[in-house]
């Protein structure tokens, strides 16, 4: 293959490499416009500016591209959690805050947070996705927090509270604040004088004074 042939064919192999992540876009943005079970196939292939063909090649049924758009949006971000939880070895306290606030800034207000809503609102139509939802993110979001809440316990940080409640008490305002910041546009839910970050950190500070052995 000749200089020019290769210039040709680098932006074609990028192209390539990026039509994945633009199916993906295409199809959360027609799911909120439209809702999951009124968005059809070709409708995303065009939204992407593809070949209903092309689009079936790496996405053989519209549950197929549900599911890769889950996988992507968030349970990459429970792995990688997952990962810095195991590798962790400071208070848990201090974990748990960086966790919360880092879910915040990469899911709960971005395209992982749109997907979280979307799943809210069409699970129940699709019991087969809901399950799916349910196997590769809530369950492993509670295995993770439940496991660090159960370290600081070990370790005497925390006191010996109900797990599960616990877990529950952590991930429900995170999930207050995200559907509010897809579902009401501009109408701010949040008081004016405070981001959705302080809220969190108002929220995770009430918490953990109830969770501490001994509060600071």
């Given at each position: 293959?000749?200089?020019?042939?290769?210039?040709?064919?680098?932006?074609?192999?990028?192209?390539?490499?990026?039509?994945?992540?633009?199916?993906?876009?295409?199809?959360?943005?027609?799911?909120?416009?439209?809702?999951?079970?009124?968005?059809?196939?070709?409708?995303?292939?065009?939204?992407?500016?593809?070949?209903?063909?092309?689009?079936?090649?790496?996405?053989?049924?519209?549950?197929?591209?549900?599911?890769?758009?889950?996988?992507?949006?968030l349970?990459?971000?429970?792995?990688?959690?997952a990962?810095q939880?195991?590798?962790?070895?400071?208070?848990?306290?201090?974990?748990?805050?960086?966790?919360?606030?880092?879910?915040?800034?990469?899911?709960?207000?971005?395209?992982?947070?749109?997907?979280?809503?979307?799943?809210?609102?069409?699970?129940?139509?699709?019991?087969?996705?809901?399950?799916?939802?349910?196997?590769?993110?809530?369950?492993?979001?509670?295995?993770?927090?439940g496991?660090?809440?159960?370290?600081?316990?070990?370790?005497?940080?925390?006191?010996a509270?109900?797990?599960?409640?616990?877990?529950?008490?952590?991930?429900?305002?995170?999930?207050?604040?995200?559907?509010?910041?897809?579902?009401?546009?501009?109408?701010?839910?949040?008081?004016?004088?405070?981001?959705?970050?302080?809220?969190?950190?108002?929220?995770?500070?009430?918490?953990?004074?109830?969770?501490?052995?001994?509060?600071?």
């Open positions: 293959m000749n200089s020019a042939s290769l210039a040709t064919a680098a932006p074609r192999q990028r192209r390539k490499d990026a039509r994945p992540q633009e199916l993906l876009d295409a199809a959360l943005a027609l799911f909120v416009e439209k809702g999951f079970a009124a968005t059809r196939s070709e409708e995303v292939a065009a939204r992407a500016g593809v070949a209903k063909g092309t689009l079936y090649r790496y996405y053989p049924s519209k549950d197929e591209l549900f599911k890769a758009m889950v996988r992507e949006n349970a990459v971000h429970i792995a990688e959690s990962a939880a195991a590798q962790y070895d400071g208070p848990i306290a201090d974990l748990l805050v960086e966790m919360m606030r880092a879910w915040w800034a990469k899911v709960g207000q971005g395209n992982a947070g749109v997907v979280c809503s979307l799943v809210m609102t069409e699970a129940r139509h699709f019991p087969e996705l809901a399950r799916f939802y349910v196997d590769e993110v809530i369950t492993p979001s509670q295995n993770l927090l496991g660090l809440i159960e370290r600081g316990i070990r370790a005497g940080e925390f006191r509270v109900p797990v599960e409640a616990t877990v529950h008490l952590l991930i429900a305002p995170l999930l207050h604040m995200m559907l509010h910041e897809h579902s009401f546009g501009d109408h701010d839910v949040c008081p004016h004088t405070m981001s959705p970050m302080e809220l969190l950190d108002a929220q995770m500070s009430m918490l953990l004074h109830g969770l501490l052995a001994t509060p600071s």
